[in-house]
């Protein structure tokens, strides 16, 4: 049976269910260190494994599924499925900016694809981040809306960073048609039958 569950990662948490890395250097060294946190933390349904991923400094929405077949059909690049996220920026971007994060900047010598690209005039509702995001007083901040239709390591905080506008803070809050309304950081739920039909469709 197939499971398709939404979930809203919060800030330092891993989007795998073990820490590999942790296990490693823990084994090696001797040390304490301080565990990460991991998706095995939130979601105790098995067999269940992200649909691409999101940074650990990064927040928003998960897909998880045992559909191997969904997997790839969302997470290759040829299918082109858009992301969005809310993203805080240091200042405040001009149009010029904004512009060449729309028509694409070259990350690594690659030229990123067009993307939607607009400033938000207030604040987007999203949930204070813990622990809370450092602000220089005297440097002002700015929310953008960002569609991708990529999912390069990094991308969005090179783009904007490659601009002069480096990001502050990075929430996901949709994918394809799947949004992250109505979940609290750390809660998920199963897929509705009206949001797993396009799902099916592809």
């Known amino acids: 049976?197939?499971?398709?569950?939404?979930?809203?990662?919060?800030?330092?948490?891993?989007?795998?269910?073990t820490d590999q890395e942790f296990s490693r250097i823990k084994g090696s060294s001797g040390i304490p260190l301080e565990a990460r946190g991991t998706l095995k933390d939130y979601i105790s349904v098995p067999s269940v494994y992200p649909v691409g991923r999101l940074?650990?400094?990064?927040?928003?929405?998960?897909l998880l599924t045992?559909?191997?077949?969904?997997?790839?059909?969302?997470?290759?690049?040829?299918?082109?499925?858009?992301?969005?996220?809310w993203v805080q920026v240091e200042r405040i971007p001009d149009e010029a900016a904004l512009s060449q994060l729309r028509s694409g900047v070259?990350?690594?010598?690659?030229?990123?694809?067009?993307?939607?690209?607009?400033?938000?005039?207030?604040?987007?509702?999203?949930?204070?981040?813990?622990?809370?995001v450092r602000f220089r007083k005297t440097v002002p901040t700015s929310w953008l809306?960002?569609?991708?239709?990529?999912?390069?390591?990094?991308?969005?905080?090179?783009?904007t960073a490659a601009v002069g506008f480096p990001t502050l803070r990075?929430?996901?809050?949709?994918?394809?048609?799947?949004r992250v309304d109505g979940l609290e950081p750390g809660q998920w739920r199963e897929l509705t039958s009206e949001?797993?039909?396009?799902?099916?469709?592809?």
């Open 106 to 132: 070259v990350i690594h010598n690659y030229r990123t694809r067009p993307a939607l690209v607009q400033r938000l005039l207030e604040e987007p509702p999203l949930p204070p981040r813990q622990p809370p």
């Open 170 to 178: 990075l929430v996901r809050i949709a994918i394809a048609h799947l």
């Open 55 to 62: 940074d650990q400094d990064s927040e928003g929405l998960l």
């Open 66 to 85: 045992n559909n191997g077949r969904l997997q790839h059909q969302l997470s290759d690049p040829q299918f082109q499925h858009p992301r969005t996220y």
């Open 145 to 159: 809306e960002i569609t991708l239709t990529e999912g390069r390591n990094r991308q969005v905080r090179r783009m």
């Open 1 to 17: 049976m197939y499971r398709y569950l939404l979930f809203y990662k919060p800030y330092n948490v891993l989007s795998q269910f």
């Open 195 to 202: 949001e797993l039909a396009p799902l099916h469709q592809l």
